[in-house]
């Protein structure tokens, strides 16, 4: 028997129903990697951004997180370079679908009961989005955003309903304007710590400064 198509899990009908100690024998999700590409890459090096954003409230089920990252992944790799670019899965599946299996063969109508007890067995899990919500990120390098778009484009086929793709005026995957980001890192404002900036606040103690700013220094310099 194969898989129910997207159509039979597409619409949050119920409440959420999670791994529990009472909703036990739950599949793995299809999706285990969320992040791929320069994942460790400093917070200057890609400065563009992109996003995949829902226009639905609905469900998408791990297969289809699992297919749209690899092929963003597959593009971008071979158009961008593997050292370019950096992918982000944001919904997590956590939802588990249901099925009840029905007998198709002959005299079947001798075996099953029809809708007594009709709660299903695990099937799968999915990830409940809302209007608006961010399933895919790209940040990358400021002359690969032509590339950036055309593979989120095939990435968004691999999702039921509607998705649009957005470019971020925002620096990479920090939460800072590319205007903002620049000015402040000339007065001092910010300091990279990793894939996002932290920001130089003007209360608090001195030391406590001192030290943030020494640690992401020290970071900086290691991953350089």
Not at 9 to 18: A, D, I, L, S, T
Not at 29 to 41: E, L, M, P, Q, T
Not at 77 to 103: E, Q, T
């Amino acid at each position: 028997m194969g898989r129910r198509p997207a159509k039979c899990y597409r619409y949050c009908k119920n409440k959420p129903y999670p791994k529990s100690r009472f909703c036990r024998g739950v599949p793995d999700s299809k999706i285990r990697i969320y992040d791929v590409g320069s994942r460790k890459a400093d917070v200057e090096a890609f400065p563009f951004c992109a996003h995949i954003v829902s226009r639905e409230r609905e469900q998408v089920c791990s297969e289809a997180l699992e297919a749209a990252r690899i092929a963003a992944n597959k593009y971008l790799v071979k158009y961008a370079g593997k050292d370019s670019f950096h992918i982000r899965v944001r919904p997590h599946p956590w939802h588990v679908l249901r099925i009840n299996k029905m007998l198709s063969c002959a005299g079947a109508d001798r075996l099953q009961t029809g809708m007594r007890g009709a709660f299903g067995k695990t099937y799968g899990t999915a990830a409940r989005v809302r209007i608006g919500q961010v399933l895919v990120s790209v940040r990358a390098r400021g002359d690969k955003g032509q590339h950036v778009l055309e593979a989120l484009r095939r990435a968004k086929f691999k999702f039921a309903g509607q998705q649009q793709i957005c470019t971020s005026r925002n620096w990479g995957f920090t939460s800072v304007k590319k205007e903002e980001y620049e000015e402040g890192k000339k007065e001092g404002k910010f300091f990279v710590d990793g894939n996002i900036v932290q920001t130089v606040r003007n209360r608090g103690p001195i030391s406590k400064q001192r030290h943030l700013m020494s640690e992401a220094a020290r970071k900086s310099h290691a991953l350089s």
